[in-house]
Each structure stands twice: as C-alpha cells, then as structure tokens.
C-alpha cells in the first residue's frame, strides 16, 4: 500500500523542560530530558517547527511547536508524494501520417 500523505511524517528526538514538586534535596547531576515525538510536519520556520499528531486534509489536532534549538535529531519517516501524470500517448500507426 503507498499512502500518500500531505505532509512529512517526521520523528523528532529534543530535550525537554523538565519539572517536579515537593520538598527535596537538589539533584547532584542534571540530566538531559531527552524526549522523542512522532508527527507530521506541518510547518517549519528558522527557529521552529510544528508537528501535528493527526489532519483530516484542512484542520490539524494535537499539535506541538518545537524550538529547533533543542532539538537533538530529526528523521523523515515517510515522505510526501504528489501525484503524477501520466504522459498521454497518441496512439498512431506508424508511416500513415495525420488522420
């Protein structure tokens, strides 16, 4: 099955903010939060870009806008794909000229 998709289907791997709550000694050592999301790519600018989870062809839902700053690694899952047209071919009989 080749599905065509209107837009990138992208993994991206970024570091997140990370928080937590409660009365607590500080870490010794930060940590990176490394965090990997998968979507399509909707749009993308120099600083950033946006990641949709799911399109109905007009409208977008669940969308996240990722500052290209702390992004780690980035992979095209599958790409877009337009349709092509088929050269149309002239069915003539050779050596018989116009008809």
Do not use: C
């Amino acid at each position: 099955m080749n599905t065509i998709y209107k837009y990138p289907l992208v993994e991206v791997t970024w570091d997140d903010a990370e928080s937590d709550d409660g009365w607590d000694e500080p870490p010794a050592k930060l940590e990176p939060a490394i965090v990997t999301t998968v979507g399509f790519l909707i749009k993308e600018t120099d600083a950033h870009i946006l990641i949709a989870s799911t399109y109905d062809g007009n409208h977008t839902n669940a969308r996240i806008q990722i500052p290209k700053s702390i992004i780690v690694k980035q992979k095209i899952i599958a790409t877009t794909k337009k349709k092509r047209r088929k050269a149309r071919r002239l069915n003539k009989p050779p050596d018989e000229g116009i008809f």
